[in-house]
């Protein structure tokens, strides 16, 4: 079992910044690859970073590459999401989740750990 708790969302004016954390407890050295996905009303979870646990590689979607960075501290057990010129389109509930199978993967059904999410939003 894997417990993750996000914090840190809030609102912010287009082009400034805001970092997310996601605390990790529990079974953590089950899980191999952290993931940040968002979602937006009436619109399906998406895909937002990743990182490897062990050795840190990470991938990004295209939408936010540049812009974002994910990262994790391995002594407090928790990831990060570091978010730079935000859009008001990047405005989204930003969930935490964690996949306990080797191999990166980029859809919501291939992560077995879920946060309660943060509210991250962005005004013009």
């Known amino acids: 079992q894997v417990q993750l708790v996000e914090s840190g969302g809030g609102l912010v004016q287009a082009g400034g910044s805001l970092r997310l954390s996601c605390a990790a407890s529990?079974?953590?050295?089950?899980?191999?690859?952290m993931g940040w996905f968002r979602q937006t009303p009436g619109k399906e979870r998406e895909f937002v970073a990743a990182?490897?646990?062990?050795?840190?590689?990470?991938y990004y979607a295209d939408s936010v590459k540049g812009r974002f960075t994910i990262s994790r501290d391995k002594a407090k057990n928790t990831v990060y999401l570091q978010m730079n010129s935000l859009k008001p389109e990047d405005t989204a509930v930003y969930y935490c989740?964690?996949?306990?199978?080797?191999?990166?993967?980029?859809?919501?059904?291939?992560?077995?750990?879920w946060g309660q999410g943060t509210q991250v939003t962005v005004s013009s």
């Open positions: 989740a964690a996949r306990t199978k080797g191999g990166l993967r980029l859809g919501v059904k291939d992560y077995d750990y």
């Open positions: 529990g079974r953590t050295s089950s899980s191999y690859v």
């Open positions: 990182i490897y646990w062990s050795g840190g590689n990470t």
